[in-house]
């Protein structure tokens, strides 16, 4: 079953985030708590963790794109 991972809200006031970097790429197996990417708000750049185990089966979102806070950016494939 596909899950998606939706752009974070940070801070309070955060509307919107920068992707800056991916830290794992298409197939990958990504774990709970492991880095999955680094993002730009207004006011840092944080990493950004998964919170879920299994394969990240597809990237929406690519490095330079500025996403809405809860819109899609990636599906990750875990199993039911």
Do not use: Q
């Amino acid at each position: 079953m596909r899950k998606e991972v939706i752009m974070p809200k940070i801070g309070l006031d955060m509307e919107e985030g920068t992707i800056l970097e991916w830290k794992k790429k298409e197939g990958d197996k990504i774990s709970k708590g492991e880095v999955l990417l680094e993002i730009e708000t207004d006011k840092a750049v944080t990493e950004v963790e998964s919170a879920l185990d299994g394969m990240l089966a597809e990237i929406v979102a690519d490095e330079g794109d500025t996403v809405e806070i809860t819109n899609t950016i990636a599906w990750v494939e875990v199993d039911d």
